[in-house]
């Protein structure tokens, strides 16, 4: 078997992702706004897939790379590979914006204007709003001999203006940024039609250039490496050097430019040769630049474009009973309690569960990783108040989460002002596990409740993101909580935990030994795992090994998938599906064992990557409660049979959307049997 049969390349899987996503966005069954969104979410994911993935593979073959992946690709090779499937998504893109969305936008009453079109009334508003609004902010800057060519900054919008010296016929390039702190389109006074800012500055270009001829002008965007490295056992304050990384973030090598049909050879020349960019840089979009704005939808009242608004249930143990909350310790104390968001509240969850050990007199410490969170975190007030009332509180907060650096930084000092003791990690390892401890006196014992997720513990994303957590006061799982954090903020040298399957050392030994034991398992063995990405080499070669041994394994994967499924000899027991819809599949669960026979079940924080099992501090928990473990096969029932939301991967390496033949619908499924328990314990 070749390497290029046996391994799909990453980014090119990632790259099907995001055309899943597309295809969401190209669903006419999708409600017209979430349809928009669906828009907004691919562009945005391409962003940041060229600012990291793309960046790092151009500095590559500007290095002189030539290693190959293990599907048998130079950087190079696979930079190719990307355009060719980034030309089509954005040909896909613009046609299913100018044919289909826009139009279809306008007959529902939700219109993007073009300035030319408007009547006097319309014009003279956004005439006002220009003056008052955005002209103030704006510096056109002009390149001639005493004024070098300006930086352009990450994935801002820009204008390049050609304009003539009426006296002197002298011609210049000039360069006028359109401001991003200001909104992506101007709302006109109906709420209902958007005019694209870079068109409103462009047809007042006269009053920044007064008494200049405008030539001609194009609306351009630019993206940089926007990824670091930090060497962190070379710095002496994290800190400082993350800061300093950030700032040099803006100054990346330029990766890619994007512009518009009717920009003239001249300009685009010169652009090129000022970013240093070539033919393979440049991206001609007919659609709008920067659809990820197109996010300014989501503001718009209209829930007749929208999904059907639910409201989130209350995890029947945690609901209130008789009016009165119940004793979150003492439910957790009665059997371990596992939630599924965004189907039960993290509110009345998560929240509540931190915020009762924040105020509770009995609880002497709270310990919490934190990857992301929201910038107005009820958890993050929670934990300055514990500390502010005499506990014990750490907080482990990363500060190397790509693009929340600076988020991170503000809360990791605004908790150490609140005497919250903050530590940052182990050199070398991001810590990417979702872990709480909270340490109580009970009488003349001290019990230990810990919660332990999938998912960050962040309010906002916990609303679309599906994800896991358990609740537990096993003293097991407790006592491996308190090593791990005496790991990640002394100096313990942890190797080995109880029940708790702990990375970098523990967690690919672990999986490689359930894989090993189901090829052992007399009748045939069976593995399911469900996570975002499956990229490790030797993880597929295990579970190729174990589907030739004859186990059955099914994988639901949501993002990117290395793995071939269905190849004669290889992986013929193996199928892959995706589920993507409404709300973005990010649990992690692993699961050993035919039906009713000896299961074992794993829910953590790890993907099946590399970075996941050897660079990242991640941790997998046992589920053993029966009626838990229930649960968790009821969803992976449910993610097995979608027809709806589901796409597979074949031998080939393309994934094809599933018939629909029964109409199940994961997300709708599971947010029923949410209701359906809820209404049980009320009944």
Not at 99 to 118: K, M, N, Q, V
Not at 534 to 548: G, K, R, T, W
Not at 591 to 600: A, C, L, Q, V, Y
Not at 650 to 667: F, M, N, Q, S
Request: include cysteine; proline fraction near 5%.
């Amino acid at each position: 078997m070749t390497a290029s049969v046996r391994y799909l390349n990453r980014e090119l899987s990632w790259l099907d992702f995001n055309g899943r996503v597309l295809a969401l966005a190209e669903d006419a069954s999708v409600p017209l706004l979430e349809r928009a969104r669906f828009l907004a979410i691919w562009a945005g994911n391409l962003d940041e897939f060229f600012q990291v993935r793309v960046a790092g593979l151009a500095e590559q073959v500007a290095h002189g790379v030539r290693a190959t992946t293990p599907d048998g690709r130079t950087p190079a090779e696979q930079l190719a590979g990307i355009r060719a499937v980034v030309e089509e998504h954005y040909r896909r893109g613009s046609k299913l914006f100018l044919d289909d969305l826009a139009p279809r936008l306008a007959e529902a009453g939700i219109a993007f204007s073009d300035y030319e079109t408007l009547d006097d009334e319309d014009r003279a508003f956004l005439d006002r709003q220009f003056r008052e609004r955005v002209f103030p902010v704006l510096t056109p800057l002009a390149v001639d001999p005493a004024h070098p060519f300006p930086y352009i900054s990450n994935l801002s919008l820009n204008l390049a203006v050609i304009v003539r010296n009426t006296e002197s016929d002298v011609t210049r390039f000039a360069r006028v940024k359109v401001p991003p702190i200001l909104p992506r389109f101007v709302v006109m006074p109906d709420g209902r039609r958007f005019v694209p800012l870079e068109q409103v500055i462009a047809t007042h270009l006269e009053e920044l250039f007064p008494g200049m001829e405008i030539l001609e002008h194009h609306v351009f965007r630019v993206t940089r490496n926007a990824d670091f490295e930090i060497e962190e056992d070379q710095a002496e304050d994290l800190l400082e050097a993350i800061e300093s990384e950030l700032n040099r973030r803006r100054f990346g090598r330029a990766v890619r430019l994007e512009v518009q049909p009717t920009i003239s050879a001249e300009v685009l020349d010169l652009l090129m040769r000022e970013l240093g960019l070539d033919e393979d840089d440049v991206y001609v979009v007919e659609g709008p630049l920067d659809m990820a704005g197109l996010g300014v939808l989501t503001e718009v009242d209209r829930p007749d474009l929208r999904y059907e608004p639910w409201s989130w249930v209350t995890q029947p143990r945690l609901a209130a009973s008789g009016g009165e909350q119940p004793d979150l310790f003492a439910v957790i104390r009665d059997g371990d309690v596992l939630v599924h968001h965004p189907y039960d509240s993290f509110t009345t969850s998560v929240e509540a569960f931190i915020e009762a050990a924040a105020h509770d007199p009995d609880v002497l410490a709270i310990k919490q990783t934190l990857y992301r969170t929201s910038r107005n975190s009820p958890i993050m007030r929670a934990l300055m108040e514990a500390a502010q009332q005499g506990k014990q509180v750490v907080a482990l907060v990363e500060l190397k989460a790509r693009f929340d650096e600076e988020r991170n930084i503000e809360w990791a000092q605004r908790l150490e002002d609140a005497g919250v003791h903050v530590v940052y990690g182990v050199v070398g390892l991001k810590t990417h596990s979702k872990t709480t401890l909270v340490v109580r006196r009970e009488g003349d014992v001290v019990r230990r409740y810990a919660h332990i997720g999938t998912g960050n513990y962040n309010e906002a994303t916990a609303r679309i993101y599906e994800d896991l957590g358990l609740f537990t006061a096993d003293p097991e799982v407790g006592a491996d909580l308190t090593d791990l954090f005496n790991f990640l903020t002394g100096y313990s040298r942890q190797r080995t935990y109880r029940k708790l399957v702990v990375s970098p050392l523990g967690a690919r030994r672990r999986l490689e030994e359930l894989i090993e034991a189901e090829m052992r398992r007399p009748g045939g063995g069976h593995i399911t795992m469900k996570m975002n990405s499956l990229v490790d080499q030797d993880m597929i070669d295990a579970l190729y090994e174990a589907s030739q041994a004859g186990v059955r394994i099914e994988l639901i994967v949501r993002g990117i998938c290395c793995l071939v499924p269905g190849v004669p000899g290889l992986s013929e027991n193996v199928t892959v599906r995706s589920i993507v819809g409404r709300y973005l599949e990010h649990s992690r669960v692993y699961r050993f064992g035919p039906r009713g026979r000896d299961r074992s079940y794993y829910l953590g924080s790890a993907d099946l990557m590399p970075r996941n099992l050897d660079r990242r501090v991640e941790v997998l928990v046992p589920v053993e409660d029966p009626d838990l473990q229930f649960r968790i096969d009821e969803m992976i029932d449910v993610l097995l049979a979608d027809d709806t939301l589901a796409w597979e991967l074949g031998a080939d390496g393309r994934w094809t959307k599933v018939p629909t033949e029964l109409g199940i619908e994961t997300h709708l499924t599971l947010r029923g049997l949410a209701e359906a328990r809820a209404k049980a314990r009320i009944d």
